[in-house]
């Protein structure tokens, strides 16, 4: 025999409280996990606005930021970040290396690869012949900067931009090079640069 459902409050029988008990007693695992989550959101902000709320102090710096940053005011209010996968490779486009036609089907040298092992697109292959850019390249503005053929709008503006050659990796390989740009390790798992932006000055909505 099912248990009445009594109120505690009135020590009296309630068939309301009863009904939400058969309700809950029939209500499946999925059933229950699903109208749990759309609490989720809610969770979220209730966690968001208090610190919104708060009195932040004048200035730049705000709530979520660390003390103290940035050491100074910044000058750009927006930094548009793109990271082109895929693109051609940097031979081919502002990294003038004319060295490599004296180098051109000669193997891969020991010194470059050391002992790393290339993607699997080139398992089948025997050697790893060294090719340089079929490209024209030129210099242009008044900085000299060697572009290719390939740029041929970034040449007119290329006076306003910096390109910057210094930066490079042990890594061969397209995913962990792209690893180590984005966190300064070539092993996964690591805070991305975005993720220390956040973390020193707060996220966007702050």
Same mark, same amino acid.
């Given at each position: ?48 606005? +208090?610190?919104?709320? %708060?009195?932040?102090?004048? !200035?730049?710096? =705000? ?5 103290? #940053? $940035? ?60 090719? +340089?850019?079929?490209? %024209?390249?030129?210099?242009? !503005?008044?900085? =000299? ?5 390939? #740029? $041929? ?54």
């Amino acid at each position: 025999m099912k248990p009445l459902i009594v109120d505690p409050r009135t020590r009296r029988f309630d068939p309301v409280e009863e009904e939400v008990a058969d309700w809950v007693l029939a209500e499946t695992r999925r059933q229950f996990f699903s109208r749990g989550a759309r609490g989720l959101g809610a969770a979220a902000l209730a966690a968001l606005f +208090p610190r919104d709320l %708060k009195a932040a102090p004048a !200035g730049i710096e =705000g709530p979520g930021a660390l003390p103290g #940053l $940035p050491h100074f005011e910044p000058t750009a209010k927006r930094a548009i970040y793109l990271h082109l996968v895929g693109a051609p490779p940097q031979m081919d486009l502002f990294d003038y290396k004319p060295a490599m036609k004296d180098w051109y089907d000669k193997d891969l040298p020991e010194s470059i690869r050391r002992g790393q092992r290339l993607t699997t697109m080139t398992s089948g292959q025997s050697r790893f012949p060294i090719a +340089p850019s079929v490209f %024209k390249f030129e210099q242009h !503005g008044q900085s =000299g900067a060697w572009l290719s053929e390939l #740029l $041929p709008w970034t040449a007119k503006v290329v006076d306003d931009i910096a390109i910057i050659r210094s930066v490079n990796t042990e890594a061969i390989n397209h995913e962990p090079a792209i690893t180590f740009i984005q966190t300064g390790q070539q092993f996964a798992g690591r805070p991305c640069v975005g993720s220390w932006i956040a973390y020193g000055l707060g996220s966007m909505n702050q």
